[in-house]
């Protein structure tokens, strides 16, 4: 019998990373030392203070259902983040936690869209903004942000992109997988042209906490009343606290569209998990100082091996200002290693110097690399002197 799957799932394009990641897990099953420079995430534990908390909450039974929408404890703890990190203020109603960003975004997107409806998303993107928005029925629209611009889009661009079908308009500062952060100013311009044309911004701020020199962060919601209101942030405890398995995120916003994401996630997810819930509440009502070591962690590890990349025959990147990716161009580098594309180098990169990469096809970015410093700094260095000597050898 011939099960025919549904046309939504038939639209997905396949991740890029699965064929790398599959033949990175072989290899490492032969005994061979393969070093992944692919993770999303930091590689450091959750706090002691957090999995404390939550295993207390588990011994005294607090192990039940939830609100859909979460514990009013938590939103409780995020309105107080919120005000405090950015002088933001938001009712219990404004507010819903779902299970992780990109659950609440999924939700979000089922909500917002209907089918033809547009969403503007910059490139390079993060992988799963384009799948969401065509899972949702509604039509991803690409706009370019150029690496002479520091891969961030300009409001003519934007501008120009707007039609009568576009409904939202997604914003990731700083960015997965460039790394790079709009200005204040670059921000306001933005949300100029959002406002004038109706435009809704998600405003996806998942690596707010990791920021690195004396960029500030700014969220669009900050600039003004009207961009508050026009704005659904997105933000959640997975990168800021080492907590990406806990799975919290949320979103804050229009009381209108945060109360129908609750209702879909009542009939979907029902609560996210009580126990890391309860993990997220000292997360942000807790001590902060383990956020600040990673962050430091990471800074020190993007300072040591940015000059060690940019010295490889070919590649050029631009520093990234936050999160925990280099976003090199290395189309040069594959063309003097002898192959004619991206992906190829990426695929001889792993089968050939043991080095797992993610190739920036997946975000958009055909001639790019997406190489995470969330490792040792060991295994950074171990990394690029593997790369570099790759590209030489390959020169010879």
Aim: net charge negative; hydrophobic share 35%.
């Amino acid at each position: 019998m011939t099960i025919q799957l549904a046309n939504r799932v038939e639209t997905l394009t396949p991740s890029t990373t699965l064929a790398i990641t599959a033949k990175a897990k072989e290899l490492k099953a032969q005994g061979l030392n393969v070093i992944g420079l692919g993770a999303g995430e930091p590689d450091f534990n959750t706090p002691v203070n957090i999995i404390e908390a939550a295993y207390r909450s588990m011994k005294e039974g607090k192990t039940k259902y939830t609100p859909a929408g979460g514990l009013p404890e938590l939103k409780k703890a995020i309105i107080t983040k919120l005000k405090k990190d950015q002088g933001l203020e938001y009712d219990p109603a404004e507010m819903i936690v779902g299970n992780g960003a990109k659950h609440i975004l999924y939700t979000l997107f089922q909500v917002l869209l209907n089918n033809g409806d547009e969403v503007i998303i910059p490139t390079p993107y993060w992988v799963s903004y384009p799948e969401q928005v065509k899972l949702a029925g509604g039509e991803p629209v690409f706009v370019t942000g150029k690496e002479e611009q520091d891969f961030k889009i300009t409001p003519e661009q934007l501008e120009k992109a707007i039609t009568s079908k576009t409904k939202a308009f997604i914003l990731n500062s700083p960015s997965n997988p460039t790394g790079m952060l709009y200005t204040k100013e670059e921000l306001a311009e933005l949300g100029k042209i959002c406002l004038e044309h109706q435009v809704l911004i998600v405003s996806d701020e998942i690596y707010e906490k990791l920021i690195y020199g004396d960029h500030p962060h700014t969220s669009v919601a900050e600039i003004s009343p009207e961009l508050k209101e026009m704005t659904i942030l997105i933000n959640g405890v997975s990168k800021s606290h080492s907590m990406t398995g806990w799975r919290i995120g949320y979103a804050a916003g229009q009381k209108k569209i945060i109360s129908a994401m609750a209702d879909l996630a009542s009939h979907s997810t029902s609560n996210p998990t009580t126990t890391s819930q309860y993990g997220a509440i000292e997360a942000y009502n807790g001590p902060q100082t383990a956020v600040e070591t990673m962050r430091k962690a990471f800074e020190e590890r993007l300072n040591h091996i940015y000059p060690k990349l940019i010295a490889i025959p070919g590649v050029k990147c631009k520093k990234p200002q936050g999160a925990f990716y280099l976003f090199p161009n290395v189309k040069e580098t594959a063309a003097l290693a002898g192959y004619e594309t991206v992906d190829q180098f990426v695929e001889g990169l792993l089968e050939e110097a043991l080095v797992a990469v993610v190739p920036g096809s997946g975000f958009g970015a055909p001639d790019n690399i997406r190489l995470s410093y969330a490792t040792s700094l060991e295994n950074l260095e171990e990394a690029i002197k593997r790369i570099h000597t790759f590209v030489e050898n390959k020169m010879k």
